[in-house]
C-alpha cells in the first residue's frame, strides 16, 4: 500500500501543480497597456493600436515630488484593481510658491512616479504642471530640456503621454501667439526623438479654450487639446465648446477635473458632476481626477490615515474619494452621491441641519473627526436623488451611557412629520450600519433624512462617522 500511494501521489503533485499554473496565468489579466498597445489619435477620437476607441479613466497624483509616497507600484497597482483606474497623470509643478523654477530639479521624482505606473501596467501622462507661471514660455526652455529627456527615455514605452502645459493663463496668453507657437517648439523637439506617444497640449484660460485650439490646430499626429473643469465652477458652456471642438475633429482629453469648484476645496457637486461624466461618456472622453493627495481639501481623495502602499480602506477615502472610485468603477455599481467623515471640522460643508450636536475630535472611526449627538440633538439633511433608486445611508457610530430603551434614531421627512426608518440601539464600540430609506428617497429633489438622539438628559451621547448616502442609478 505504500508504494502504491508514492505511484499516485508524484502524478497527483504534477497534475496539482499543472492546475494552479493554469489558474495563476489566467488569473493575470492582461494590463490595459497589453490590450491596448501603443495608443494614437484617430480624428477625434483616442484609440488604441488596432484603432479601436479608448475611453482612459484614472486619478492624477498632486505633486509627484510633495506627494511623491504614492508614486509607488503597490500604490498604483491598487488604483489599478480597487479603483478601475487605466492611467495616472503625475503633476510636475513648474515654478514654487516663490515664483522660481522648480521643475528640473524635481525631475527625479517624475521618473519615478513614471517608472511606478510602467510596472502597474498604467497609462502614465508626464503633466508639466504650470499654473501661477501661465505663460508656458517662461520655462520653455527647461521644457524643451526636460521632454527631449523624457522623450529619450519613454520613446518605447507604449504607457507614456505627454502633456507639455497644464493650465495656460493670462490675458496675453492667447492660443495662436503664445501657446501655440510654444506648443510647436517642444512638440517638434519631442517628435525628433519620439515619433508616435501621444501629446497633451493644454489651452488658454486655464485649459478651458479647446475650441480656440480648433480652429487653428496643430499640424503633428497623436495631438490632443485639454479641456480642465471643476463640476462647481464649470457647466453645459464648457461642454459646448468641448463639442465644438469635437465637430472640427480635434480631440480633447479631460485631463483635469474636480468635484468641487476650481478652488479645489468647499462643497462637492455630484449631480453637476455626473452632467459631465455622461458627457464624457458619451463622446468617449478619456479623463483624470484631481486628485492624490491627502491635504485637507475637499477635491483631495484620501485622508492622512491612507497609507502610502494602497490597501485603503472606504474609511480612508474622502467624500470626493468615495465618489470618485464609484464613477471610476462603472456609475451602474453603487454610487457615493454624498459622504460626510466631518474631516472639514464643520457640518457646513456637508450641508447638515444641526440641533444640540457637536464635533468629537477624540475618538473618530476614522481620519480626524467624529460628529456628536448630545442629549435631543439631531443631524438632518436634505438632499437630490434625482435619477436614482435604492438609496441607502451608511454611517459608523457608537454610543456612551446609553441605557434602557435609548436609541439613536434614523427618520425621513414626509413633509409633514418625522417617520422612522431604524432604531439603532448601544454600541460601545464603534461599528457600521448599511440602512435602506424607504422608497420615496428615489428619485426625489428634495428628500430629507435626519440621525437624532433618542434619549434625553444625562451624560449619553452618541457618536457618528464616515456617513454616506449611496444609491444606484435609474437606468
Ligand atoms: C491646487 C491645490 C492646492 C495648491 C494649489 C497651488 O489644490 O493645494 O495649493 O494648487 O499649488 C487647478 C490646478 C491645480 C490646483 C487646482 C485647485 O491645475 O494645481 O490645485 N486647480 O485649485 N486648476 C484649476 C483648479
Redesign the pocket.
Known amino acids: 500500500m505504500p508504494v502504491r500511494k508514492n505511484y499516485i501521489k508524484v502524478p497527483i503533485a504534477i497534475l496539482l501543480g499543472m492546475a494552479a499554473a493554469a489558474l495563476f496565468f489566467s488569473g493575470c489579466a492582461q494590463t490595459v497597456v497589453q490590450k491596448n498597445g501603443r495608443l494614437q489619435v484617430i480624428g477625434n477620437q483616442l484609440c488604441n493600436e488596432r484603432g479601436e476607441a479608448v475611453q482612459l479613466k484614472g486619478m492624477i497624483l498632486?505633486?509627484v515630488a510633495w506627494f511623491g509616497d504614492y508614486a509607488n507600484p503597490a500604490c498604483f497597482a491598487w488604483l489599478r484593481d480597487d479603483w478601475g483606474c487605466t492611467v495616472i497623470r503625475a503633476?510636475l509643478?513648474t515654478q514654487d510658491?516663490f515664483g522660481q523654477p522648480r521643475a528640473l530639479t524635481q525631475k527625479k521624482d517624475m521618473l519615478k512616479a513614471v517608472d511606478a505606473a510602467v510596472a502597474a501596467g498604467l497609462y502614465v501622462i508626464i503633466d508639466w504642471?504650470n499654473?501661477?507661471d501661465g505663460n508656458p514660455m517662461k520655462y520653455k526652455s527647461e521644457a524643451l530640456t526636460f521632454f527631449r529627456e523624457m522623450a529619450e527615455l519613454y520613446k518605447d514605452t507604449p504607457n507614456v503621454l505627454y502633456e507639455i502645459c497644464?493650465?495656460p493663463n493670462g490675458d496675453d496668453v492667447t492660443w495662436s501667439g503664445v501657446v501655440k507657437p510654444y506648443a510647436q517648439e517642444v512638440i517638434t523637439a519631442i517628435r525628433e526623438i519620439d515619433p508616435k506617444n501621444v501629446i497633451l497640449v493644454g489651452t488658454p484660460t486655464?485649459s478651458q479654450r479647446v475650441d480656440i485650439a480648433a480652429d487653428d490646430p496643430l499640424s503633428f499626429d497623436n495631438i490632443m487639446y485639454t479641456c480642465?473643469f471643476?463640476a462647481g465652477s464649470h457647466f453645459s458652456a464648457l461642454r459646448d465648446k468641448v463639442e465644438y471642438a469635437l465637430g472640427k475633429d480635434a480631440a480633447v482629453f479631460i485631463s483635469?477635473w474636480?468635484t468641487t469648484d476650481?478652488?479645489?476645496?468647499g462643497i462637492l457637486y455630484p449631480e453637476e458632476t455626473f452632467e459631465w461624466i455622461d458627457f464624457m461618456d458619451e463622446h468617449k472622453i478619456s479623463w483624470t481626477n484631481?486628485?492624490i493627495?491627502s491635504?485637507k481639501?475637499s477635491?483631495a481623495v484620501i485622508k492622512h490615515t491612507a497609507l502610502s502602499e494602497g490597501s485603503w480602506a472606504d474609511g480612508d477615502l474622502t467624500e470626493s474619494g468615495l465618489l470618485v472610485r464609484s464613477l471610476i468603477r462603472g456609475q451602474d455599481s453603487a454610487i457615493v452621491l454624498f459622504a460626510d467623515g466631518f474631516e472639514t471640522e464643520n457640518f457646513t460643508s456637508g450641508g447638515w441641519y444641526n440641533e444640540n450636536t457637536g464635533l468629537d475630535r477624540d475618538d473618530a472611526f476614522h481620519g480626524y473627526t467624529a460628529a456628536l449627538l448630545n442629549p435631543g440633538g439631531s443631524l438632518a439633511k436634505e438632499f437630490s436623488t434625482a435619477g436614482f433608486m435604492n438609496v441607502r445611508v451608511q454611517l459608523a457610530y457608537k454610543t456612551q451611557n446609553l441605557a434602557g430603551d435609548d436609541t439613536v434614531k434614523v427618520e425621513w421627512y414626509d413633509g409633514d412629520n418625522w417617520q422612522p426608518v431604524k432604531n439603532l440601539g448601544s454600541s460601545q464600540s464603534w461599528t457600521k450600519h448599511t440602512i435602506p430609506l424607504p422608497e420615496q428617497a428615489s428619485d426625489n429633489y428634495s428628500f430629507q433624512f435626519r440621525i437624532s438622539a433618542g434619549f434625553e438628559g444625562g451624560d449619553e451621547n452618541a457618536a457618528l462617522d464616515d456617513i454616506a448616502l449611496i444609491m444606484d442609478r435609474i437606468e
Do not use: I, K, P, V
Request: hydrophobic share 25%.
Open positions: 498632486m505633486d503633476a509643478y510658491s504642471h499654473l501661477a497644464s493650465e486655464w480642465h471643476y483635469e474636480g476650481h478652488t479645489g476645496n484631481w486628485c493627495t491635504r481639501e477635491s
